[in-house]
């Protein structure tokens, strides 16, 4: 019997583990799909600490490549012992454009986790921010020339969750019966990821900070694309969006001011073991943490219709009670103190508002609760409280259902999301994309005295196509 055959980038690594490999081990056998090779620099059979990873190794006994060993990407997939029907991407960032490039340039299906591409020391160089777009640009491109058939998807969690998708519904429907934009946006996502300074030049991975980027490379892809998507649901006359940096707290400014030091001392860590044995380079230094950024929304004649407030933060509470780990990421263990924290607040002009809240250790449940008001001449029930138990669990769309749905597409000789509203095609991360790389700008930008702190952005025509 024929395998449809996987090849998973960065399958030694934390989501990998937690995610497509949990997926493939439950949607596998039905879909007559294996994994069948590893690409990563680190041996899966010496990772123990991934359970799932070392069932899928007993069960589907996967090629590893170690992808040092080859010059190129043709090379490297060339000692593939079997034709990819899909590649995932799920390694460290700043080399998802290289898979993703070679995949697509070959017309084989590729699923590429958030974000799209970064690009290394991007919080501190402006050319390396701006290159973020203009690579991501290139590939869409490059998808446009290719003549064979393709998938390019990503998968976004949030746009699998109900709570978000409440108020999508809601305001999207507003919109298209009043033609109401939005009118002001509020979030704030606390991470609660406090590390010490010896552990920021030892933390590998892709929520580390050796590349030169920060915590906006881990996980605020998500949150641009809830704020990106609530826009697309009820744009009004928005035109511009004219976005500034309002605040960053850097690495080198954590350590300055001593941001670790009660939790060094309700840890009881000796200064030998949290002080970095070498100078930390000034790249990792210039990596954010904190930052906020204000989004002015604009229409054609550039007056302002409303604003966004965009705040991401790691340095905020936390409940790490693990101590150092050299060489490993804390943030990936139950007592590692990561959070999942996140206030949102969505005006409808004078229409309606929602807040959505979560205040979550990660690993230990997931609850989010919603309300929102209309106003009482709208025609709706006026006021909507719910609480969302068990929400990541409990989605709309299971994570491993949308695998399937990747894997039954790829069957398609025009493998095509077209009727999939969870499955982003990649042409539809422009916006996304556009904002995050302007954020990469803007910080990078406030490494150099005298330039400007503002960046507008002609979103008109991405707000209506996506
Ligand atoms: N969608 C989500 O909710 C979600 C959640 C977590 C992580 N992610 C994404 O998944 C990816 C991995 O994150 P993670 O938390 O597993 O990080 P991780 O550091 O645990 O794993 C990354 C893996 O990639 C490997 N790697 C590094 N460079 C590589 C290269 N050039 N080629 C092949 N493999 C390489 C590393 O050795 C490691 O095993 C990132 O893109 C991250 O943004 C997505």
């Known amino acids: 019997m024929k395998y449809r055959n996987i090849v998973l980038v960065g399958?030694?690594?934390?989501?990998?583990d937690q995610n497509h490999i949990m997926s493939i081990l439950e949607v596998g056998p039905r879909n007559r799909a294996r994994i069948g090779a590893i690409i990563d620099p680190v041996n899966p059979a010496i990772v123990t600490k991934h359970i799932n990873l070392q069932q899928l190794l007993n069960r589907d006994h996967p090629q590893w490549l170690d992808p040092r060993r080859y010059t190129n990407m043709k090379e490297l997939f060339g000692h593939l012992e079997q034709t990819p029907d899909l590649v995932i991407v799920a390694c460290n960032p700043?080399?998802?454009?290289?898979?993703?490039?070679?995949?697509?340039?070959?017309?084989?299906?590729?699923?590429?986790?958030?974000?799209?591409?970064?690009?290394?020391?991007?919080?501190?160089?402006?050319l390396s921010a701006r290159q973020i777009y203009k690579d991501f640009s290139k590939l869409l491109a490059l998808q446009q020339r290719v003549q064979e058939p393709h998938l390019a998807v990503t998968l976004l969690r949030r746009r699998t969750l109900k709570p978000f998708r409440h108020i999508i519904r809601e305001v999207a429907d507003c919109y298209q019966r009043t033609r109401q934009g939005i009118t002001q946006i509020n979030i704030i996502v606390n991470g609660g990821i406090h590390k010490f300074p010896s552990e920021f030049f030892s933390t590998p991975g892709a929520h580390g900070y050796l590349m030169g980027v920060g915590s906006l490379s881990h996980s605020a892809y998500h949150y641009i694309d809830v704020v990106t998507w609530l826009l697309q649901s009820a744009p009004g006359d928005v035109r511009y969006l004219r976005v500034s940096l309002a605040c960053v707290k850097r690495i080198a400014d954590y350590i300055k001011t001593g941001g670790y030091s009660a939790l060094q001392q309700l840890l009881d860590l000796p200064d030998t073991l949290i002080q970095s044995p070498e100078p930390i380079p000034q790249t990792i230094l210039d990596a954010e943490l904190d930052s906020s950024f204000t989004i002015e929304m604009l229409d054609s004649n550039q007056a302002v219709?409303?604003?966004?407030?965009?705040?991401?933060?790691?340095?905020?509470?936390?409940?790490?009670?693990r101590t150092i780990e050299v060489g490993d990421d804390h943030a990936n263990y139950p007592n590692g103190g990561r959070m999942s924290h996140i206030y949102l607040d969505v005006q409808q002009g004078s229409l309606q508002s929602w807040q959505l809240e979560k205040n979550d250790i990660v690993f230990q449940g997931n609850t989010i609760r919603l309300s929102g008001r209309v106003h009482p001449y709208y025609g709706r029930p006026q006021i909507y409280s719910k609480v969302y138990e068990a929400a990541y669990e409990n989605t709309e769309r299971p994570l491993s259902i949308l695998l399937e749905d990747v894997l039954s597409m790829t069957d398609n000789t025009h493998p095509t999301?077209?009727?999939?509203?969870?499955?982003k095609d990649i042409k539809s991360e422009t916006l996304n994309m556009r904002l995050f790389s302007t954020f990469y700008e803007l910080l990078a930008m406030n490494k150099v005295a005298g330039l400007q702190k503002t960046i507008s952005l002609d979103v008109g025509s991405l707000l209506t196509e996506h």
Do not use: M
């Open 417 to 423: 999301v077209n009727s999939n509203q969870y499955i």
């Open 94 to 126: 700043e080399a998802h454009l290289e898979y993703a490039s070679f995949c697509i340039s070959q017309g084989i299906n590729v699923l590429i986790d958030k974000p799209i591409n970064v690009v290394a020391n991007a919080s501190s160089d402006l």
């Open 305 to 321: 219709i409303g604003h966004i407030n965009f705040v991401f933060c790691h340095t905020t509470f936390t409940s790490r009670t």
């Open 11 to 16: 399958g030694s690594g934390f989501w990998s």
